[in-house]
C-alpha cells in the first residue's frame, strides 16, 4: 500500500536551516510528481512546493520562494524539502503528498511539526 | 495567482441534514478542482477530483459540482464522522492553492 512517511522537523531558531525527508514505499515512485503542503496551527492548508516525477520542474509559493528548495532521490524513493532561513510563520505542520496528475493529491503522509522560535 | 473563496466557514448542523459547501475561483479553472475532508489530528484525504468525480472508496452521500468559477460540494444526509473541515483545491496553474477551509460542527 502506499506509504509516505515525513521526518527531519523539529524545533529550529529563527535564520537557521532544516531539511525535511518524505519516504515513499507501495508504488512507482519516479511516475509520481510530490509536493509540500503545510498547515499552522489552528490554520488551513498551504501549498509550499512541488516537483516534477522526473525531477526537472520545481515550483514554490511566493511565501517560500528563495528560501526553500525541494529536491527528490529515486534511489531512495524520497522527497526532501530544504528549509532555509526560517522565519516565525514557518512554524507549521508539514505534509508530503502525492499528486495524480492535475487531479488531486491522492495521497499524504502524517506530517512533521516544525517550530521556529527563539 | 488563482484565489479560491470558500463559503462559509464555519456551518452547524444536524444528522442527517444536507449540506452544501460553496467554492469561488478567480480567474475561472475549468473543472481542476479537488475537495478534501480533514478531520482533527489527520491528514487530508481526497473526496472529489476534476469538480464532479467521487473518489474511490469514499461514500456516495458526498457529491461535487460546478466549473469554471463556482463549485459546491454536498453531503446528502450528513454522519457523525463527517463533522470536520472541507477545503476545496485548485490545480488548474501553479501557486496550487487551496480554498480557506469551512469547518463543520454538530449543531
Known amino acids: 500500500q502506499v506509504q509516505l512517511v515525513e521526518s527531519g522537523g523539529g524545533v529550529v531558531q529563527p535564520g537557521r536551516s532544516l531539511r525535511l525527508s518524505c519516504a515513499a514505499s507501495?508504488?512507482?515512485?519516479?511516475?509520481?510528481?510530490m509536493h509540500w503542503v503545510r498547515q499552522a496551527p489552528g490554520r488551513g492548508l498551504e501549498w509550499v512546493a512541488g516537483?516534477?516525477?522526473?525531477?526537472?520542474?520545481?515550483h514554490y509559493a511566493d511565501s517560500v520562494k528563495g528560501r526553500f528548495t525541494i529536491s527528490r532521490d529515486s534511489s531512495t524513493n524520497t522527497v526532501f524539502l530544504h528549509l532555509n532561513s526560517l522565519r516565525p510563520d514557518d512554524t507549521a505542520l508539514y505534509y508530503c503528498?502525492?499528486?495524480?496528475?492535475?487531479?488531486?493529491?491522492?495521497?499524504w503522509g502524517q506530517g512533521s511539526l516544525v517550530t521556529v522560535s527563539s | 495567482d488563482i484565489q479560491l473563496t470558500q463559503s462559509p466557514s464555519f456551518l452547524s448542523a444536524s444528522v442527517g441534514d444536507r449540506v452544501t459547501i460553496t467554492c469561488r475561483a478567480s480567474?475561472?479553472?475549468?473543472?481542476?478542482l479537488a475537495w478534501y475532508q480533514q478531520t482533527p489530528g489527520k491528514a487530508p484525504q481526497v473526496l472529489i477530483y476534476?469538480?464532479?468525480n467521487l473518489q474511490g472508496g469514499v461514500p456516495t452521500r458526498f457529491s461535487g459540482s460546478g466549473s469554471g468559477t463556482e463549485f459546491t460540494l454536498t453531503i446528502s444526509g450528513l454522519q457523525p464522522e463527517d463533522f470536520a473541515t472541507y477545503y476545496c483545491?485548485?490545480?488548474?496553474?501553479?501557486?496550487?492553492?487551496f480554498g480557506g477551509g469551512t469547518k463543520v460542527e454538530i449543531k
Open positions: 476534476s469538480a464532479s
Open positions: 483545491q485548485q490545480l488548474k496553474s501553479y501557486p496550487i492553492t
Open positions: 516537483i516534477s516525477y522526473n525531477g526537472r520542474n520545481e
Open positions: 503528498a502525492r499528486a495524480r496528475g492535475i487531479y488531486s493529491f491522492d495521497f
Open positions: 507501495g508504488f512507482t515512485f519516479s511516475s509520481y510528481a
Open positions: 480567474p475561472g479553472i475549468g473543472n481542476d
